[in-house]
């Protein structure tokens, strides 16, 4: 289970790689289409993400129950939710714009990565509310069963 962890874990690091060097390449060519902000954040943010990741992979990060550490994961895993509309917003922006300067293999990549991530947290966060807004119904319903 844990050589899964880690593969899942390089993963996340060889898909943050591309992010970066999708930014970094619309830094380098001085592409003006996207808004600095959500470059700047996305940039931090995949830094930060790759950084952990490798910590995880090489075995120096384990999972410790300190509070200070659930709330900084708690804080990571907000910014991840925001880390990910922005790029979804910065690619989408970039499509309808007809940006050239980043029209790489890159952007499309990144551009239905974070379309599909945004899916999924759209439909993980209507189950978690459909469940807990009817949550006497599920439970009369499964005394019923």
Do not use: W
């Amino acid at each position: 289970m844990a050589d899964l962890k880690k593969i899942v874990m390089l993963i996340v690091v060889l898909i943050n790689i591309i992010i970066l060097n999708f930014i970094y390449n619309l830094e380098k060519n001085k592409c003006e289409c996207g808004d600095k902000y959500k470059k700047d954040f996305i940039k931090y943010y995949t830094l930060l993400t790759i950084f952990i990741g490798i910590i995880f992979i090489s075995g120096g990060l384990k999972v410790i129950s300190h509070p200070m550490l659930k709330l900084l994961s708690t804080i990571y895993s907000v910014l991840g939710l925001v880390n990910i509309y922005l790029l979804f917003r910065l690619t989408q922006n970039l499509v309808i714009k007809k940006c050239t300067c980043s029209d790489t293999p890159d952007r499309v990549f990144v551009y239905y990565y974070s379309m599909i991530v945004m899916s999924v947290y759209v439909v993980l966060i209507t189950i978690l509310l459909f469940k807990s807004l009817f949550r006497k119904e599920i439970a009369q319903f499964k005394s019923f069963s």
